[in-house]
T-cell receptor, first 116, second 112 residues
Framework: EAEVAQSPRYKITEKSQAVAFWCDPI?????LYWYRQILGQGPELLVQ????????DSQLPKDRFSAERLKGVDSTLKIQPAELGDSAMYLC??????????????FGPGTRLTVL | SQQGEEDPQALSIQEGENATMNCSYKTSINNLQWYRQNSGRGLVHLIL?????REKHSGRLRVTLDTSKKSSSLLITASRAADTASYFC????????????FGQGTTLQVKP
């Protein structure tokens, strides 16, 4: 069964350093999402791509976070510089769109970020 | 910002018992979905109920939706130890753009 791939699974960094996360969605899924999940809370959308275009980045802290999906397939989320409050699980999800209707979201295993 | 509130925050039951989790939301929706998350892992989609549906079943899962009260419930019947996980409701707004807003989740522990 096809899955969303993410790497790394775990990342420990010091504050002020740069970190990057990678996501490879399920083949054929045009929509890709990055979520941040703080321990004990539900995921919160950071950015949504439709192919290579950003359709929603209203909750992305743009002073330090950036996301790209250059060829409309895999995606990278970057934080520079990392802050203590960025410690969280970063989840990638993808979904298939049929006739303008976006289907179920499929999640990857996540990257657990710890900022020291 | 999170739309949903889930109740209870934590639930502990014995294997074989039923588990009921509730979700309330604030704005009008296109559909409501339930997801499961095992500790330290990604989320797995369980079931989707559309705004014009009132009840839906999938195996041991039963979901109800009351749009007048802006609330939903997830019932897991004959629970198993493997059902131990966090359960989240997520709502999609009327525009159906795909953005999901998740609740805080209910942590379910099923004791063998």
């Amino acid at each position: 069964e096809a899955e969303v791939a993410q790497s790394p699974r775990y990342k420990i960094t010091e504050k002020s350093q740069a970190v990057a996360f990678w996501c490879d969605p399920i083949s054929g899924h045009a929509t890709l999402y990055w979520y941040r999940q703080i321990l004990g809370q539900g995921p919160e959308l950071l950015v949504q791509f439709q192919d290579e275009s950003v359709v929603d980045d209203s909750q992305l802290p743009k002073d330090r976070f950036s996301a790209e999906r250059l060829k409309g397939v895999d995606s990278t989320l970057k934080i520079q510089p990392a802050e203590l409050g960025d410690s969280a699980m970063y989840l990638c999800a993808s979904s298939f769109q049929v006739a303008g209707v976006i289907d179920t979201q499929y999640f990857g295993p996540g990257t657990r970020l710890t900022v020291l | 910002s999170q739309q949903g509130e889930e109740d209870p925050q934590a639930l502990s039951i014995q294997e074989g018992e039923n588990a009921t989790m509730n979700c309330s939301y604030k704005t009008s929706i296109n559909n409501l979905q339930w997801y499961r998350q095992n500790s330290g892992r990604g989320l797995v989609h369980l079931i989707l109920i559309r705004s014009n549906e009132r009840e839906k079943h999938s195996g041991r899962l039963r979901v109800t939706l009351d749009t007048s009260k802006k609330s939903s419930s997830l019932l897991i019947t004959a629970s198993r130890a493997a059902d131990t996980a966090s359960y989240f409701c997520a709502t999609r707004g009327s525009s159906n753009t795909g953005k999901l807003i998740f609740g805080q989740g209910t942590t379910l522990q099923v004791k063998p």
